[in-house]
T-cell receptor, first 112, second 114 residues
Framework: QQKVQQSPESLSVPEGGMASLNCTSS?????YFWWYRQHSGEGPKALM?????GDKKEGRFTAHLNKASLHVSLHIRDSQPSDSALYFC????????????FGLGTTLQVQP | EAAVTQSPRNKVAVTGGKVTLSCNQT?????MYWYRQDTGHGLRLIHY???????EKGDIPDGYKASRPSQENFSLILELATPSQTSVYFC?????????????FGSGTRLTVL
């Protein structure tokens, strides 16, 4: 069973709309959470990290973490066509990046 | 911006042949990683390195070897390539501490084993 599960598998939003991506981990030992974004034909790129319960905002992107429910989400405000990409949630245990576990990803399509 | 360069960008190999995928980083990061990306499996860690001369097994090391001859270079070696190793391979370098490490990925190598 995938230890980091993402939903939905794919998502389509209109330009200017809000996109919400979800991630649930099955291991309470995960302490660090990341969102990576991968445009077609490129490697993944770190988007933002969140390590503490609550919200973290960076520009149009807001991540929310609830460790009690093992749930992390990413919200993209004012979505742009350039946001169309594959979004990975990743989680790691304390102190060891080799334990970084990626979800299967959510494909976001922003319609102009 | 951190720079990780992979070569070749595309590779076609025959079953049983030897394949070497190369990765170079100019970021002076100690940690480097090799992942493969497959539909339905996401990104999976093959090998990683904490510095020149060191290599460690990741989650799916079988059929792969790694070499880190210098801080900048990290290679993935398939001694006897099989069709099941057809995939997209990504190299990454990392900066930061433990789980708070940011990974910088290259653009990938698409490998097809016939």
């Amino acid at each position: 069973q995938q230890k980091v599960q993402q939903s939905p598998e794919s998502l389509s939003v209109p330009e200017g709309g809000m996109a919400s991506l979800n991630c649930t981990s099955s291991d309470r030992n995960f302490q660090y959470f990341w969102w990576y974004r991968q445009h077609s034909g490129e490697g993944p790129k770190a988007l933002m990290s969140i390590f503490s319960d609550g919200d973290k905002k960076e520009g149009r992107f807001t991540a929310h973490l609830n460790k009690a429910s093992l749930h992390v989400s990413l919200h993209i405000r004012d979505s742009q066509p350039s946001d169309s990409a594959l979004y990975f949630c990743a989680a790691s245990l304390t102190g060891n990046t080799r334990k970084l576990i990626f979800g299967l990803g959510t494909t976001l399509q922003v319609q102009p | 911006e951190a720079a990780v360069t992979q070569s070749p960008r595309n590779k076609v190999a025959v079953t049983g042949g030897k394949v070497t995928l190369s990765c170079n980083q100019t970021n002076n990061h100690n940690n480097m990683y090799w992942y493969r990306q497959d539909t339905g499996h996401g990104l999976r860690l093959i090998h990683y390195s904490y510095g020149a001369g060191s290599t460690e097994k990741g989650d799916i090391p079988d059929g792969y070897k790694a070499s880190r001859p210098s801080q900048e270079n990290f290679s993935l070696i398939l001694e006897l390539a099989t069709p099941s190793q057809t995939s997209v391979y990504f190299c990454a370098s990392g900066v930061g501490l433990g789980g708070a490490e940011t990974l910088y990925f290259g653009s990938g190598t698409r490998l097809t084993v016939l």
